[in-house]
């Protein structure tokens, strides 16, 4: 298991009229997990676009269990617990302030050949460094 935590501060434009985060903004959010989680292993998105490999999302749960507010500082917690190979799932938990457990979720992303555009086992050496954190 590979577990990353993320602070971000809830912006203004982010909420909506009652002051809440708009619900299709947590998908962003994880996004930054997800990155975050990437480059804490030394890998970047760009390093992996520039290889040729693009991961784009095939499956996002998310289950809102209390809102955000404007000016909040969140902890995204985003948790690698199972061997990548050709797909990638990761899982994450929203916390505000208080440490409120806020959102939960789930995003499933595949490794894909940009110019097959083809799904292909992850990059062997992405591969290794995540591996070395399983038994």
Do not use: C
């Not at 970047?44 to 996002?60: A, F, H, N, W």
């Not at 799932?89 to 929203?94: G, K, T």
Request: no cysteine; aromatic share 12%; glycine share 6%.
């Amino acid at each position: 298991m590979i577990k990353n935590q993320t602070k971000i501060r809830v912006r203004y434009g982010e909420t909506d009229q009652m002051g809440y985060v708009y619900y299709g903004n947590y998908a962003q959010y994880f996004e930054v997990g997800r990155v975050e989680w990437l480059r804490s292993l030394g890998v970047s998105y760009r390093s992996l676009e520039e290889s040729g490999v693009m991961l784009p999302v095939i499956k996002l749960d998310i289950d809102y269990i209390k809102p955000a507010k404007y000016d909040d500082l969140l902890t995204i917690t985003t948790t690698l617990s199972k061997k990548p190979l050709v797909k990638i799932e990761f899982d994450f938990e929203i916390t505000n302030e208080k440490e409120e457990l806020i959102t939960t979720g789930m995003a499933r992303l595949v490794f894909m050949d940009m110019k097959k555009n083809k799904p292909i086992k992850g990059p062997y050496e992405l591969l290794e460094k995540i591996y070395t954190h399983f038994n």
